[in-house]
């Protein structure tokens, strides 16, 4: 009855998510990430005091210092700190100019910073306008083949060698000009720079510092011909590398070395905002971020990135299978395995370099007010563009592709994100699995989580999926309206493609492909571990107004449906359904049925043909069933083996039934195949058919204590333990039987094979056969019951007409043969009160009762309509206009009886009318004090008397108290309505009065 058939495409649908972070890892990695300079290692600097006025050496070649000729040096002390040299000009020679000014050959000037790092700049010539001793140039220029070279901190407070010493970062440019007065830096001609972290070519640059505060003030860059940043570059070695008869390098000039150093000022903090536009490209490998804006933001503390402020994942599997977001079938494909993540010779490097290009400026700036982009993160980057498709990512080897109408990533959570905007949403595809479309994605890869805000969905690819029995003919897709969140396993440190988690919220949708459907206001998928790289997909549970429908006619409907899923055999990321836990109004509809539950749980299995089918089930709570055809089913649980169609209804008043037939009990239990019922204890069957027009109901009721069965195949009906029953048409009949047991034996229902219905005709109504009452003991009879009213006032029930009441051990009824019997000792009770009219007979009997015992057996033919008791038979009948009654006695009885137009079957009552009766065996009959003794009486109920006569000679014996001695004769006639006798067996008849 409960029956839950399911398909391969629905009852099995298994939803997988997957998050795209190709996006996050091509835009990651161009968050300045190869601008991160590792700390240096603490040196402790001397710092160089400035030198006194009168410690000039003098002669030539000292006053010459600031003079023409060769040989030139300008220390240059720190504004801020003027105990310390904060750099030094030199050149090959100098020329004096007016206004303090000078013209410089081969001019080289040593910077150093106050973190222990050493800047270089040389030239072919140079001018610089000095004003005074010890001061800094104010303006100048260098040009002809200028470098610039930035070093590491040495250690031991070791000078850098400009041509031994590898430089962290080298600058090459025609010409430069510097206003120190204003902290700007110009470079009006081409400028390259190339570094173990960064490379660039440009043109027409200016940097303005803030001296005082040693910061960037502003970095504006008209032209970009290519900016490459180089993830993996390593450092330059603090330590110069050894060389063959090296001549010492003077190092700078010191302060005197008892003097102590000064304290570390504390760090401060700038926030920088850049920004790039105009035909925006960066790549890496295979992958490609195009758009028509860059923006970043940074904070630096103490003009350094703070630590781990562009956090670097750890390094990737090589070969791993990339994140995509996208929908399948746990997946798809199985996940191929990531290979050692250390690297041979002859490997793609996995982190290759980023190139980055544009048409338009670039513009560094410090920020006046913290910006909502460095909130959480150091360094934050963003690409931009004005429609919903002007910002596009591409991984050419994982061919996957993100589109959107904004980018962003932050460098230090390690967080990215895409966006769309007005015009469009944002899109992820992965071809050969499936697109994802929403508002905005974001990941963490460093968490794993994944979020979709807003409306989204993801779609499959449409392709044969291995296993199944037939390609989808539609892709698979999940759509959701507010927020989606999926958790991704940690591999390495970073998001892998393992699924561990999804949660999806706002009306969600979940298609088979096919028609098959899940929704509900929001769902949630776990996903268990198979390795670091795949999962399989463990529970489902769909919540508020969930709804699953099956594509074969069949749904599921509840607040909260729950579905566990196994791993397939094998070395498989499928699963299949295993089973289902529904609450909250469930309800289940079929093509020919509807379950209705406070909830649900059924135990599931994949058939070898790909069909989900259920092996158990369960229902709790105001359990109802209604199928098609009429047959209902209420109970507080219901148990289920669907495929061996067996159901148990339990509760404190469990029902089934069919068309107005309604069995109720404790325990209901129902087999599909064997086609049985049974009631284990006590219950009761109710049938209260509708009525048609004109026609008055006829209701049934059958009650018992110990249990009820039912066999539909052989049609027999067993009722155990004080079993009651009572039928009523209106209010004008009842019939009741009561007995210990009761068995009712209906025609045996067609062969399996032979119950199809190809004609559409409605099949024959079952007849009844026999009805067996048998008693408990002899105290306890078993006994039936007929009544019949008339009709009162607007058909209610009058007042009784007429009674049958038969009482034995064994009641027999057989309506195939038409018989009545009881083969045990018995009584049979009839009254009537009809009215004359209502009679059968052409002569109406006195109304009246009639009472039959007898001691062996009884048995009524009801189509002859005779009725036969034996041993110790007695007959008391009383006339209702009559104060006497009769009363006979034989050892056998004959009655013949008249019944109701087809009275021959058990469908028309017993409840006749005595004809005639037949006494045989020591007969005995009394009237009015009169009474007959003979061999044979023959009783005319009709007519109102007696034949008595005796056997093989034997006289008869009749008794009148008129006279003093009984009366001996071979023939006794006897007019009950005369009361006379008429005795015959002499020579003429002697006629005794009354």
């Known amino acids: 009855m409960v029956q839950s058939r399911g398909s391969a495409r629905t009852s099995g649908l298994i939803l ?313 079938y746990v997946p798809a494909q199985p996940a191929r395995t990531a290979q050692p993540s250390s690297m041979k010779a002859g490997e793609p490097d996995s982190n290759p370099p980023i190139s980055l290009t544009w048409t ?120 959701w309206g507010s927020e989606a969140q999926f958790t991704f396993g940690l591999k390495q440190g970073t998001m892998s493609s393992r699924l561990d988690r999804a949660m999806l919220h706002g009306g969600v949708t979940a298609g088979d492909g096919a028609k098959g459907r899940l929704s509900g206001e929001s769902l949630t998928a776990e996903f268990e571990k198979i390795d670091e790289d795949r999962s399989f997909l463990k529970r489902v549970a769909i919540l508020g107004k969930a709804n699953a429908i099956d594509g074969n006619g069949g749904s599921l409907a509840a607040d909260l449906v729950d579905v566990g899923l196994i791993r397939r055999e094998g070395d498989s990321t499928e699963s299949d359904p295993a089973s289902i836990d529904a609450s909250g109004d469930v309800r289940v509809t079929q093509r020919d049925g509807t379950l209705r539950a406070k909830s649900l749980k059924a135990a599931l299995t994949r058939r070898p043909d790909g069909d989900v089918i259920a092996t158990t089930a369960s229902a709790k709570g105001d359990v109802r069933y209604d199928r098609a055809d009429g047959v209902m089913a209420t109970a507080d649980e219901l148990a289920a083996l669907p495929q061996a169609q067996q159901v148990t209804l339990l509760g404190e008043t469990a029902t089934v039934g069919q068309r107005g037939t309604v069995i109720s009990g404790g325990r209901i239990e129902l087999d599909g195949a064997k086609r049985t019922l049974a009631v284990p204890g006590k219950g009761e069957l109710n049938h209260a058919p509708a009525a048609k027009a004109g026609e008055t109901p006829t209701t049934a009721k059958i009650a018992w204590q110990q249990g009820m069965s039912f066999d539909d195949a052989s049609g027999l009906a067993l009722c155990d333990g004080s079993a009651a029953a009572e039928i009523s048409k209106g209010a004008i009949a009842r019939d009741a039987i009561k007995a210990e047991h009761v068995r009712v034996q209906l025609t045996p229902a067609p062969p399996e094979a032979a119950r199809g219905n190809p004609t559409g005709e409605k099949a024959p109504e079952r007849a009844l056969q026999s009805v067996v009452a048998t008693a408990k003991d002899e105290a306890t009879p078993a006994n039936v019951e007929i009544r019949r009213y008339a009709v009162g006032a607007a058909g209610a029930q009058g007042p009784l007409e007429r009674l049958m009441y038969l009482e034995g051990r064994e009641i027999l009824a057989d309506n195939a043969a038409g018989t009545l019997n009881v083969p045990t000792a018995g009584k049979l009770l009839s009254l009537d009160k009809r009215v004359a009219a209502q009679h059968n007979t052409a002569q109406p009997p006195t109304k009246g009762t009639a009472l039959f015992t007898w001691k062996e057996s009884f048995s009524l033919d009801r189509r002859s309509g005779q009725a036969v008791m034996k041993q110790g038979v007695k007959l008391v009948q009383e006339r209702m206009d009559d104060p006497s009654r009769i009363e006979l006695e034989c050892t056998e009885l004959t009655a013949q009886v008249v019944e109701s137009t087809n009275a021959s079957t058990l469908d028309a009552p017993f409840a006749g009318e005595l004809k005639m009766a037949t006494a045989k065996g020591s007969a005995w009959m009394r009237y009015q004090q009169k009474e007959v003794t003979g061999d044979v009486l ?57």
């Open 360 to 479: 338009g400026p670039l513009e560094v700036r410090p920020l006046k007010e913290p910006a909502a982009e460095l909130q959480f993160n150091d360094v934050f980057m963003r690409c931009t563009g004005p429609t919903a498709t002007s910002v596009n990512v591409r991984d050419a080897k994982a061919n996957i592709t993100a589109t959107g109408a904004m980018v962003e990533y932050g460098a230090t959570k390690r967080d990215a994100a895409i966006a769309g905007n007005a015009t469009g949403d944002a899109v992820l595809e992965k071809p050969d699995v499936g697109r994802a479309v929403g508002a905005r994605f974001e990941a963490s890869l460093a968490t794993g989580i994944a979020t979709a805000r807003g409306a989204g969905s993801l779609t499959s690819a449409v392709k044969e999926q291995p296993g199944r029995i037939a390609p989808a003919a539609k892709p698979r897709a999940i759509t």
């Open 938 to 994: 023959t009783y005319d109920a009709v007519s109102r008397t007696v034949d008595a006569q005796g056997n093989n000679g034997n006289f008869i014996t009749a008794f009148d108290p008129a006279t003093a001695a009984p009366i001996t004769a071979t023939r006794v006639l006897w007019d009950l309505n005369g009361g006379k006798f008429q005795l015959f067996g002499i020579q003429q008849p002697i006629v005794t009065p009354r």
């Open 16 to 328: 997988a998510f997957a998050v795209g972070g190709v996006f996050a890892a091509t835009v990651g990695v161009i968050a300045w990430r190869g601008l991160s300079v590792p700390k240096a290692p603490t040196v402790k600097q001397v710092v160089p005091r400035a030198p006194d006025v009168k410690e000039i050496p003098s002669g030539a070649g000292g006053l010459r210092q600031l003079g023409g000729g060769k040989g030139m040096q300008v220390q240059m002390v720190d504004r801020k700190d003027p105990g310390r040299v904060a750099g030094v000009l030199e050149a090959e020679s100098s020329t004096p100019l007016e206004g303090k000014r000078y013209r410089m050959d081969k001019p080289r000037v040593w910077m150093y910073m106050r973190d222990g790092r050493t800047m270089y700049l040389e030239g072919a010539k140079g001018e610089a306008l000095i004003p005074d001793l010890g001061s800094r140039p104010e303006d100048g220029l260098l040009e002809g083949d200028v470098i610039v070279k930035m070093f590491a901190a040495m250690p031991g407070n070791q000078k850098p060698d400009p041509l031994v010493t590898p430089p962290m970062l080298t600058l090459a440019t025609p010409r430069l000009t510097f206003d120190g007065r204003a902290g700007e830096l110009r470079f009006p001609d081409d400028v390259r720079i190339d570094g173990d972290r960064i490379e660039f070519v440009g043109s027409n640059a200016l940097v303005v510092m803030n001296e005082g505060a040693e910061r960037l003030e502003l970095l504006r860059v008209e032209h970009t011909t290519s900016l490459i940043i180089k993830p993996g570059g390593k450092p330059a070695s603090a330590s110069p590398p050894p060389t063959e008869a090296q001549p010492a390098t003077p190092a700078p000039p010191t302060a005197n070395p008892a003097s102590p150093a000064p304290a570390a000022p504390e760090k401060s903090q700038t926030l920088y905002a850049a920004w790039c536009e105009g035909s925006v490209k960066v790549e890496q490998g295979d992958r490609v971020l195009t758009g028509d804006r860059l923006d970043g933001w940074m904070r630096l503390i103490g003009n350094a990135l703070p630590p781990n402020a562009i956090a670097g994942a750890p390094p990737r599997a090589r070969h791993a299978e990339p994140v995509m977001l996208a929908t399948a």
